[in-house]
């Protein structure tokens, strides 16, 4: 089990050496290795529960954890039927309505900015929602696996994504966040067909504050909220 630090300019404090962008693209790429980045604590107990089982498996491989020393507040969760879900990639934090036009998607250290970036956008979208994506690996190679199986044509096979995106409308769109590639969220799209428009960093090694840092890297709430106007017009 590996663990690191290297998320992207939210480490931008601690020196630009300390910084990378492309690791969550690694980890997808990477066989017989899962790549887990959790926002909150209890989902980084919960993997690492299930990572340690995992590691010990005849079939089993290796664990990455890209975390980051940012201090992020914790949700009062009222159960824990998120836990299943998040160990497959993903969680639906605010269920969307069935139907819904409009939902934020996001990986790691800017929960705080989808958040508040969620709570004004809500207010104009009623019913949007809010997925979280602790693992952009098992989410993705999971659907990769179902979308190859024979049995997908005859319908009785569906993804683990596919099932949580079949509740926004077909023609919904998703802003995508993570402080790093882009382009590690980017394919969501193509789950169900629904438009993206995916944030994240394409350059690094800037030092300086965090917030400041978002906005130039457009991941901040209002580049958030900027984003869903954008592709709501």
Not at 105 to 120: I, K, N, Q, R, W
Not at 159 to 185: C, E, N, Q, Y
Request: proline share 6%; net charge negative; hydrophobic share 40%.
């Amino acid at each position: 089990m590996l663990v690191a630090t290297p998320s992207g300019v939210t480490l931008a404090p601690e020196g630009g050496a300390h910084q990378s962008i492309n690791t969550p693209l690694i980890g997808i790429a990477q066989d017989k290795l899962f790549y887990f980045e959790p926002a909150f604590v209890d989902e980084l107990a919960a993997i690492m529960h299930w990572g340690f089982d995992y590691m010990q498996q005849p079939s089993g491989g290796s664990i990455y954890l890209r975390l980051s020393s940012r201090p992020v507040p914790q949700p009062q969760r009222l159960d824990d039927t998120w836990r299943r879900q998040a160990l497959r990639g993903a969680y639906w934090q605010r269920e969307p309505e069935q139907g819904a036009s409009l939902a934020l998607a996001y990986t790691g250290a800017v929960a705080p900015e989808v958040e508040s970036a969620f709570a004004h956008l809500s207010q104009r979208y009623p019913g949007m929602g809010l997925l979280a994506v602790p693992s952009p690996d098992r989410v993705y190679n999971g659907w990769i696996a179902t979308e190859a199986s024979t049995e997908i044509s005859t319908g009785r096979v569906s993804s683990h994504i596919s099932r949580l995106l079949k509740r926004l409308a077909a023609d919904a769109v998703l802003v995508t966040v993570l402080d790093g590639a882009p382009a590690t969220l980017s394919w969501l799209g193509g789950v169900a067909g629904h438009r993206v428009r995916s944030l994240g960093v394409t350059h690094f090694g800037q030092s300086g504050e965090i917030g400041d840092l978002y906005r130039d890297q457009g991941i901040d709430g209002e580049s958030i909220c900027n984003a869903a106007h954008q592709l709501m017009e």
